[in-house]
C-alpha cells in the first residue's frame, strides 16, 4: 500500500524525504487502526511509528513513556516541529497539569506523554474516556519483562487498556531484541494477535571495537584525542571509583569531562545529565545507571573501560552512540582482570546455582565476542538470531586478527597449574604463574622455591602480555577456572583433556600493542566536510548553540549535526533549496529559515567579487 498522507507528513513535519526500513508498513498498519508490536534498535526511528499515525488519525496519540526526566526534552522537540504536544506528569504542578487536561478534552493536543503510573488512577482513565484516543503508544515496552524494572507493576496494568478501549490501536516498541523478551512483552500486554515487526538489529553507522587493556586510561584519551575531539560521548566504568577516577583524569587532560553515578546526589546527577544533553560536545563518565532512555541522537562513542556482563548490556549501552546514523564508535578495552574480577562476582552473587549458571553463560557470550577472530557485527548480530555478512566496519574486519594454534602454550600454562597444586599444595594467580614460565627470579619465586620446578622457564618463546592473553583466552574458554578471593586459577575438565587428551587449542594473537584499525576514521564531527563547508558547519553550530540556549532546549531539538553537515555541504541559497534538505520541516523552514541563509551566505568563505 502507498500512502501519500504518510509521506507527505513525513515530509512537511519532519523535513524527511524518505522512511527508513520498516517505518512505512508500521506507519501505514497502525494509522489503519491496527495493533502492532515493534522491536527496533535504538536510533532505528521507533518514534515516527506511532507520531505520524497520531497526527494523521482523528484524536490524540497518548503515549505511555517511563522517561519522565525526558519528557519535557521530547515535547519541546514536538513542538519544534510544530506538532501540538503535551505531558502529564509528577513533576508538574496542578495548575499545569489542569491546563494540559484542558487541552486534551478540547482536541487541541496530537499527542500526549504520560507517565505508566498515571494509569492506575481512576481519574486519569476517566480523563481518557471523556476526550478522544487516537491510539496508545507504549514505549520502552521491555519494562514489562520479568527483570528488574521499577516501572513494572505500571506496565503490567497496561494490558487492561485494551478491555477498556478495544478500538483505539496500541503500538508497543522496544529496542531490547532477546526472544524471551519479545515473547513476554506480547503475552504480557496481550499483543499475540498484533503484527510484530522485527527490524535488524544492526547498526552500520557504529563502528565496534574491543582492544586489549593496557592502560586504559591513556588508551581512551588517545582515542579522544585522535578521532573524537569535542566530541559527545559516554565512558562507563564499573565502579564509582573509577567513574570519578576517569572523570577527573580526563579533565586533568584537557577534556570536558563529568561523572554521573548514584552515590552522587540527585541535583548534581540531574545537572550533569542535563548539561549532556544541551550541550556540545560534553563526556559523561558514568557507571551504568546512566543511559536509559538518553534519546540525545549525537552521541558519537561508547566507551567501555570494563568489560560489560552481558552482549545484551554491550549492545544496549554501545546503541547510544549514532542514533543520527552518523559515523559513532563504539570502543571497549579488556584485559584479564576483568575475567577475573566477573567469575568472582559470580561466584560470590547471591541467589542459587541456576541463576550464578545464567550468569555465567551471559559472560561466556560477552568474553565469545572478546576473543573472536570473525566480524564482530555478524556475533553480535548471530547473538539476536539475526545473519549477516562482515561489515568491513569493525576492528576484526578492518584489521584482521591472527589465530593459531596455542596447544602447546596452554599445556605449558595447565601443566603449570597442576604440578603447584600436586607436588606442593599450592594455587596462585595469573601473576606468580606467567612468572614461572618466563623463569622470573621474583622475591616470591624465590620466597616459594618456584624455580625448582621443572616448569620453570620453560615459556620464554612469549612475553608477559602474551601469556596474559593466553591465560585470559584460556578462561574465555573455560579451560582454566578463577577461585577465592585471591583469584587463584585451577583446572576444569576442559583443560584436563588440553592437558592429557592433546585437545586443540586455537587462540588470538595479540599485538603487544593494539593495532590501529587501517582505515582511520575522521577526527571529530566536522572532519571529513569539504573544505570549505567546514566553517560554515562551526558556524551553523555556534548558531544552534545560541539559539538552543535562548530556549532553554537541548541543541539537537533546533537542528540535528546531519541537518547542518547538509546545509554546510549544498549551501542553499534560497527558501525553496534549504526546504529539501534532510530535517528542515515546513515550520523550522519559516522559523528559522532566514536566520540559516543568512549563516551560511554570509561567510567570509565567498570571495570578494
Ligand atoms: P529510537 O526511538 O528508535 O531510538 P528515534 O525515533 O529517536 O529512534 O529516531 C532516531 C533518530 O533518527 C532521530 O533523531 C530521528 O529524528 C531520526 N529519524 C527517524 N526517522 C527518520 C527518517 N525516516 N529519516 C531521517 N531521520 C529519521
Ligand atoms: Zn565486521
Sequence with gaps: MTSPETLRVLNRVFGYDSFREGQHE???????????????????????????????????????????????DQVDALRALGVRAGFLNSTQDPDERRLVEAEFL????????????????????????????????????HCVAQWGHDFRPDYLALSELHERWPEVPRIALTATATKATHAEIASRLNLEDARHFVASFDRPNIQYRIVGKNEPRKQLLELLRTEHAGDAGIVYCLSRRSVEDTAEFLVRNGIDAVPYHAGLDAPTRAKHQSRFLREDGLVVVATIAFGMGIDKPDVRFVAHLDLPKSVEGYYQETGRAGRDGLPSTAWLAYGLQDVVQQRKMIDGSEGDAAHRRRLSAHLDAMLALCETVECRRVQLLAYFGQSGTPCGNCDTCLSPPESWDGTVPAQKLLSTIVRLRRERGQKFGAGQIIDILLGKRTSKVGQHDHDSLSVFGVGTELGDGEWRGVVRQLLAQGMIAVEGDYGTLVATEAGDEVLYRQRKVMLRREPERAAKPAKSRRAAVSAELPEDAAPVFERLRAWRAATAKEQGVPAYVIFHDATLRQIATESPSSLTALGTVNGVGDNKLAKYGEQILEAVNTLPSTPPS
Design 26 to 72: 508500521i506507519v501505514d498498519h497502525v494509522t489503519a487502526g491496527g495493533d502492532a508490536l515493534v522491536l527496533m534498535p535504538t536510533g532505528g526511528g521507533k518514534s515516527l511509528c506511532y507520531q505520524i499515525p497520531a497526527l494523521i488519525r482523528e484524536g490524540v496519540g497518548v503515549v505511555i513513556s517511563p522517561l519522565i526526566a525526558l519528557m519535557q
Design 106 to 141: 478540547s482536541g487541541e493536543l496530537d499527542l500526549l506523554y504520560l507517565a505508566p503510573e498515571r494509569l492506575r488512577a481512576e481519574s486519569a482513565l476517566r480523563l481518557l474516556d471523556r476526550g478522544k484516543v487516537s491510539l496508545f503508544a507504549i514505549d520502552e515496552a
